[in-house]
């Protein structure tokens, strides 16, 4: 018997198994699963906005002591990237109920964690390039949204501070900016929030930041989640182990333990249930 055909054999025989979902829920809808968390937190209007407009705000994402420390930590490093396993502020910064809320209403049941960065920009930083992230992605973009990026501002964010620029709709178009529409930046408002607010965006929205004005540091936290079938940015096979040992079964979710794909073993079919189901919700 061919590998192909072990693979197919035994994938047939575990899917008997279990109720395989056949239906995919819609790129804007809230599933079963997820409502009661979604309520819980209120975040009714932000996962309509995120699905209409491309971006929304989360306030409140954790209390005044936890951004405070956050800030702190990010200003001692003085940003940078691959920073899940660095210090323990940024696993529980990423384990946020309402962003893990919010991360499984954009991308889906299972999603894993990206990228952990920061970012410090003083007076003067001058705006970065209009984008949207789904950088290695071709257009069209798909109608489910791959990537959710949620900036943590651990400062107040306003235009003359640098807060990030946002072109709401862009999202609907599907595609990359060409250079003329990321010289005019039409349509582009600012994303004006207290300090410990998140300021997230799908894959497809334009988006940069205004060139900071104001004195002082704009201190961000940049945290991007993704669907469980794609990619992720950063690559933390090395600090697994123990991420997955202090924080539990949502980091090796994060981590993509919790899945099928990607083992250095092969297909994980003891987790295909979970897998096949997940990719659909
Ligand atoms: O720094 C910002 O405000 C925007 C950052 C950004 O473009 C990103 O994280 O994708």
New binding site residues.
């Given amino acids: 018997m061919s590998e192909a055909e072990t693979f197919f054999d035994k994938a047939t025989e575990e899917r008997t198994d279990f109720q395989m979902l056949h239906e995919t829920l819609a790129p804007d809808a809230i599933s079963e699963e997820l409502r009661p968390a979604i309520e819980e937190f209120g975040l009714e209007d932000n996962c309509r906005q995120l699905a209409q407009e491309g971006w929304t705000v989360v306030e409140d994402v954790a209390s005044p002591e936890f951004n405070e420390r956050l800030r702190g930590k990010i200003q001692e490093l003085g940003g940078g990237n691959m920073l899940l396993a660095k210090d323990p502020v940024f696993p529980e910064a990423v384990l946020s109920p309402k962003l893990l809320a919010m991360a499984e209403f954009s991308v889906g049941r299972g999603f894993l964690i990206s990228q952990v960065?920061a970012?410090v920009?003083p007076k003067g930083s001058p705006s970065?390039g209009l984008?949207a992230?789904a950088n290695w992605l071709p257009a069209p973009f798909p109608a489910h949204n791959m990537l959710l990026?949620g900036?943590w501002a651990c400062d107040e964010?306003t235009k003359e501070g640098?807060?990030?620029?946002v072109i709401p709709g862009s999202n609907v178009l599907h595609r990359h900016p060409d250079p003329d529409e990321v010289a005019a930046k039409e349509g582009a408002i600012a994303?004006e929030c207290p300090p410990c607010s998140v300021?997230m965006?799908d894959g497809n929205l334009w988006?940069?930041?205004?060139p900071r004005e104001t004195e002082g540091d704009?201190v961000?936290a940049?945290i991007?989640y993704t669907r469980l079938m794609m990619r992720q940015i950063e690559d933390y096979g090395s600090n697994a182990d123990d991420l997955i040992e202090q924080h539990g079964e949502l980091m090796a979710q994060l981590l993509g333990r919790e899945d099928s794909l990607d083992s250095p073993t092969g297909f994980r079919f003891d987790k295909i249930a979970k897998t096949f189901n997940n990719a659909k919700l």
């Fill in positions: 960065a970012s920009r970065i984008h992230d990026t900036c964010y640098g807060a990030t620029l994303i300021a965006w988006h940069a930041n205004w704009r961000v940049h991007t």
